[in-house]
């Protein structure tokens, strides 16, 4: 099992920046092979914005985000990062991370998210 906390989630004005914090926790944290940052807007679909893979580092973006958020982790520490520079008020969503331990298939368990609200 593995528990997901985020914070650094605030009112930021457009054009600045945030950097995430997703800690996991629990028994299994060691099997985590990939995570994975979400993000749900008001009246929206929730959307991948990216994710890392523990072993390799290997990262992916979605095309909104891409040069724009990065995301790092720290495997001692079981945590994952996403860094936001030059944000916008279309990036106001409630960001969530996820993980995933089984070695292919979905993502198993899931922060409850952090605000991040970005004002024009």
């Known amino acids: 099992q593995v528990q997901l906390v985020e914070s650094g989630g605030r009112l930021v004005e457009a054009g600045g920046s945030l950097r995430l914090s997703c800690v996991a926790s629990?028994?299994?944290?060691?099997?985590?092979?990939?995570s994975g940052w979400f993000r749900q807007a008001p009246g929206k679909e929730r959307e991948l914005i990216g994710y890392v893979l523990s072993g390799t580092g290997f990262t992916s973006y979605a095309d909104a985000v891409k040069g724009r958020f990065t995301i790092t982790r720290d495997n001692a520490k079981s945590t994952v990062f996403l860094q936001m520079n030059n944000l916008q008020p279309e990036d106001t969503a409630v960001y969530y991370c996820a993980v995933r331990t089984p070695a292919t298939g979905d993502y198993d368990a899931w922060g409850r998210g952090t605000q991040v609200t970005v004002s024009s």
């Open positions: 629990g028994r299994d944290t060691y099997r985590i092979n990939k």
